[in-house]
């Protein structure tokens, strides 16, 4: 008889998550193409793991004490899973985030009970960035650690141990590539050090939105960025602390409007609903399946749930503003 699980601790929900073979995308690819079901975590994405072990880790290094306060810069959903780890260990969150992100995003947090600060979009390198921002905001406040996610290796660590491990079982060792594309590249890094630690065989690709500069680097050498993505969470233009090592065998680009496609058809025929990265994700996945040929099976990430963006890509009006195809389902409401 199958066992399902059962918990005596609400964080031990986080990580095991499913993995799902993606019917549309395995035809397209010719081959297996399995989706990590990351949206599946209790904050609705991919990040609860990262936020869990930054905690654990700044609690074991005595860092983090009873009572004490974590502060993070984020696109959003590392500052929900960190505001559901520490409401439940008793902690306080800040969270600084740009102001371009998802409403939805911005209303989670408020609704859990972390303070938001909200910062104008900016560089990396202007001092007001929003990691830079939280960085400071740790400095003053009294009992605070910054997780600094973007280059605190706890992050990849979340994914060696776990996201790796767990592919590598649920696909029986079986597998021959997976691809997925970068924020911290905590994912991407650590997923790729623990398949590479069972098998130097699997292909480890990245997979690029525009606008970041890592296709550049992996493919010449050079940081170097073109064009630019509406997507939330992903699109990076250094080599973060979490990226240093990472195993790199082949990178591909992928267009917003690629990803919106998956988007659409993971919605339409699969009954998926998810954020803009895991349709790019799978895009990148489609891509490699075809590379790898057709015995292949290839895994990637579907990082977030759509319901965090209501607002945005499943908004006709915003689609339109970004000269983006609009769903024609979305035009019938
Ligand atoms: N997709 C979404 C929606 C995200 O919020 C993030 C996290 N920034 C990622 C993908 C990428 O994850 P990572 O930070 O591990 O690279």
Excluded at 126 to 150: I, K, M, P, Y
Excluded at 158 to 173: D, F, S, V, Y
Excluded at 233 to 242: A, D, E, L, P, V
């Amino acid at each position: 008889m199958m066992t399902l699980p059962v918990r005596d601790n609400t964080l031990d929900l986080i990580g095991n998550t499913p993995l799902v073979l993606l019917k549309g995308p395995s035809e397209a690819a010719g081959c297996e193409i399995w989706g990590k079901c990351e949206f599946a975590n209790p904050g609705g994405s991919v990040k609860d793991r990262a936020a869990l072990w930054i905690v654990r880790d700044a609690e074991a290094r005595g860092e983090l004490k009873p009572g004490g306060t974590v502060v993070e810069g984020t696109a959003g959903n590392t500052g929900i899973g960190l505001a559901l780890v520490c409401n439940a260990l008793g902690y306080r969150t800040i969270i600084v985030m740009p102001d371009n992100q998802s409403k939805e995003k911005m209303d989670t947090l408020r609704a859990l009970g972390a303070e938001l600060v909200l910062v104008p979009p900016t560089k990396f390198a202007d001092c007001n960035h929003f990691v830079h921002t939280s960085r400071r905001l740790a400095e003053e406040t009294d009992g605070a650690v910054w997780a600094n996610q973007f280059d605190n290796t706890a992050n990849r660590k979340a994914h060696i141990e776990g996201t790796a491990e767990e592919i590598w079982q649920q696909m029986e060792g079986r597998i021959d590539g997976f691809t997925c594309a970068v924020g911290t590249g905590g994912t991407f890094a650590g997923i790729g050090l623990g398949l590479k630690s069972h098998s130097e065989d699997t292909t480890i690709a990245l997979t690029d939105p525009f606008g970041a500069a890592l296709y550049s680097y992996y493919a010449e050498g050079e940081l170097k960025s073109e064009g630019s993505s509406v997507a939330e969470g992903i699109g990076q233009g250094r080599i973060t602390g979490n990226l240093e090592g990472a195993p790199v065998d082949t990178q591909f680009r992928v267009s917003d409007s690629e990803g919106l496609e998956w988007v659409a058809r993971l919605l339409r025929e699969e009954g998926l609903c998810l954020g803009l990265s895991s349709g790019i994700n799978v895009a990148g996945a489609v891509k490699l399946g075809k590379q790898l040929g057709p015995d292949a099976r290839v895994a990637t990430i579907l990082c977030d749930t759509g319901f965090r963006y209501l607002s945005t890509l499943y908004n006709a009006d915003w689609l339109r503003s970004k000269d983006l195809p609009v769903f024609d389902w979305l035009d019938r409401a």
